[in-house]
């Protein structure tokens, strides 16, 4: 198994931050789970082969939103598989199971997360594999979120502190995709190609929710809204409307994009991107709603 991902063993950095010559619009982009590095360690652990591990990856959502810089917002993108590290969950949410010693008193072994396998550390990929073949030391789960998960969080609150700082208010997009498998068998007619999530109208202001779902609709996609998906951690947790810091979280169908079997990239991608460009100028041009009033 280790051949195939040869040519991700090398240590890479834990995010990529992408910014603009200059940030005119009010928007963080976050691609949490599109990062495809695959460290050894994961590889030598893990019992799935190559193709299967990255059932959890959002495969190529960082290409769909990058428009974002040349517009002018910055995007942060995670550089490390999820499958190794969820940076979209609470610092230590830990499935006692998958270790074989004794985890600190301070994590979160109940959580909903940890009872579907997909805590901090997954115990499985989204298909619902097992990803390991051996048990687990605490102390590599604990490394993991010092080199990874931290790194990602500090560059999140920079990035929305810079932008409060500038224009008063922030609007932070988390970008994800999703398995077409998990909108069930009703048939094309029946399935969303989107759903967006604002933690049941907790987590942004409610034009935010009306624009962007407007403007999909416009554009031809069939929308959802809070169901399957109302958002993860990072919508709860930065989605703070009282302070004005705004998140919303939007999950795009893979089948809309790729082969969910091969991850080959289909045409539509690009329009996909495009549409996802007009998205964030639509937003720009309803944020002054979210300025606070002096």
Avoid: W
């Avoid at 195939?4 to 009010?26: W, Y």
């Avoid at 933690?199 to 609709?217: F, I, Q, R």
Wanted: hydrophobic fraction near 40%; proline fraction near 7%; charge should be negative.
């Amino acid at each position: 198994m280790e051949g195939d991902f040869a040519l991700r063993s090398a240590t890479v950095p834990p995010v990529d931050i992408l910014t603009p010559a200059e940030q005119t619009l009010p928007l963080v982009l976050a691609s949490p789970h599109s990062g495809s590095h695959y460290p050894r360690d994961l590889v030598a652990a893990s019992r799935l082969d190559a193709v299967t591990l990255r059932r959890s990856e959002d495969a190529y959502v960082d290409e769909i939103f990058g428009a974002a810089p040349s517009l002018g917002a910055p995007l942060l993108r995670a550089r490390y598989a999820r499958a190794y590290l969820d940076p979209n969950r609470e610092p230590y949410e830990f499935d006692p199971a998958m270790f074989e010693d004794a985890l600190p008193a301070y994590v979160n072994r109940l959580s909903p997360r940890v009872k579907m396998g997909l805590g901090t550390i997954a115990r499985v990929v989204a298909s619902g594999e097992e990803i390991y073949a051996r048990k687990l030391r605490a102390d590599e789960a604990l490394q993991r979120v010092e080199r990874l998960y931290r790194p990602y969080h500090r560059a999140l609150m920079q990035l929305l502190a810079e932008t409060r700082d500038k224009f008063g208010f922030y609007l932070l997009v988390d970008c994800h995709s999703m398995p077409s498998a998990c909108l069930g068998d009703r048939g094309r007619a029946g399935r969303a190609d989107i759903v967006l999530g604002d933690c049941h109208g907790t987590s942004c202001h409610p034009m935010v929710m009306e624009t962007m779902h407007h403007a999909l609709s416009a554009k031809g996609y069939r929308v959802a809204r809070n169901a399957p998906y109302a958002g993860g951690f990072t919508t709860a947790h930065y989605g703070q409307p009282g302070v004005h810091g705004h998140c919303i979280q939007i999950e795009l169908s893979r089948a809309l994009y790729m082969d969910e079997a091969n991850f080959e990239q289909k045409p539509f991608i690009a329009r996909l991107a495009d549409d996802m460009g007009d998205i964030m100028l639509a937003l720009a041009a309803m944020a002054p709603t979210l300025a606070p009033k002096a």
